[in-house]
């Protein structure tokens, strides 16, 4: 009887010691398992979410104290908002709803998104990649017949390697890989532009930043000189006072009028009248894309134009689909003063 009651008390033990042991166990752990599943992407850290420990319960993080101060003890109430994403709980700059993969807080996970511990300010996404900024002034005129160039230059903020590419611009204008706009606006091409050239980095994703500028094409005479006499050997016929076609128009006066300094222009430019005061008065047209050109008349009394007065010509109107204005200068005599009288055009760039 006493070896029984021994057997029977061993049991006891053992049954308590299990007891005690279920207990010990059952204190620490209040893990809630469904909770992981309550916020986005709650399976990657599961319950170090919220705790310190890997089998939860127990201490918690700062993310499981913001956690706790809206739902707890054994509810299943959802919980996850925009308000709670976009708080950062860990401070490690990246809000809870960033690190999770919901920036918003809509419960709907973002693509492609690296999950990181909202808990934990060691866990944090790698830094983000940011937009280059343009560092350089744009060159914002032109001339038709010259070189047009310039280098944009961009800063990267992490450093990465720039591209840059042309959006936006005249034909003729081309933009390098290393963000040099370059090129010649050919003959008659001018106006304003609108011009926008990109630079792009090689982060992840790709960052870009765009310059956008008005660039302003005018006529020039150089220009013109360059796209009408190309070549060293016709440099004498370029010549702003030659007169290679021989047709008593200057190059300067051809390219005032927009026409051929290879063709002699049998038509007139000059038309011939007098004015209600009986003023011999000269009109002409000109281009309007370069009103740097000066254009005066000069009117004598004898052909050698000894002592001439001067008049500035002066714009009368405007074809601006022709891309011509109509210039005009009266003598200051009239014909009932004097019965003879010359008249020479003067152009001066
Ligand atoms: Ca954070
Ligand atoms: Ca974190
Ligand atoms: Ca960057
Ligand atoms: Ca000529």
Redesign the pocket.
């Known amino acids: 009887m006493k070896y029984l009651l021994n057997i029977y008390s061993k049991r006891n033990l053992t049954l308590l010691f299990f007891v005690l042991l279920i207990a010990s166990l059952s204190v620490p752990i209040q893990a809630r398992p469904w909770r992981p599943d309550q916020i986005p992407n709650g399976n990657t850290f599961r319950c170090q979410n919220c705790h310190l420990s890997s089998n939860g319960g127990g201490s918690r993080n700062a993310f499981g104290n913001a956690v706790f101060s809206i739902v707890r003890g054994g509810t299943t109430a959802p919980f996850w908002s925009p308000a709670l994403a976009a708080l950062?709980?860990?401070?490690?700059?990246?809000?809870?709803g960033e690190?999770l993969g919901d920036p918003d807080g809509d419960g709907i996970r973002a693509p492609g998104v690296t999950v990181t511990n909202?808990g934990s300010a060691t866990s944090?996404p790698a830094p983000k990649n940011t937009a280059p900024t343009i560092a350089s002034a744009p060159v914002t005129s032109a001339a038709f017949g010259l070189l047009y160039q310039y280098q944009l230059t961009a800063q990267d903020p992490e450093g990465n390697s720039l591209t840059y590419s042309k959006e936006g611009g005249p034909d003729w204008l081309s933009v390098s890989a290393a963000g040099l706009a370059n090129g010649t606006p050919p003959e008659n091409a001018t106006g304003e532009f609108t011009v926008s050239i990109q630079a792009t980095d090689n982060g992840s994703p790709a960052m870009s930043a765009t310059q956008s500028f008005s660039l302003n094409v005018i006529a020039s005479f150089s220009g013109w000189q360059n796209l009408r006499f190309a070549g060293a050997t016709q440099s004498s016929d370029a010549a702003p006072g030659a007169d290679p076609d021989n047709d008593g128009l200057s190059n300067l006066a051809e390219y005032l009028l927009r026409s051929d300094p290879r063709a002699a222009n049998s038509a007139s430019f000059v038309s011939v009248d007098f004015n209600a005061s009986g003023q011999l008065t000269l009109g002409m047209k000109v281009r309007t894309d370069d009103s740097n050109v000066k254009v005066s008349v000069e009117f004598a009394s004898d052909v050698g134009f000894g002592s001439p007065t001067i008049v500035s010509a002066t714009e009368v109107g405007v074809d601006t689909a022709a891309g011509f204005r109509s210039l005009s200068a009266s003598d200051t005599v009239s014909r009932s003063q004097q019965n003879l009288r010359f008249a020479r055009v003067r152009v001066t760039p």
């Open positions: 950062d709980s860990d401070g490690d700059g990246f809000t809870n690190e909202p944090k």
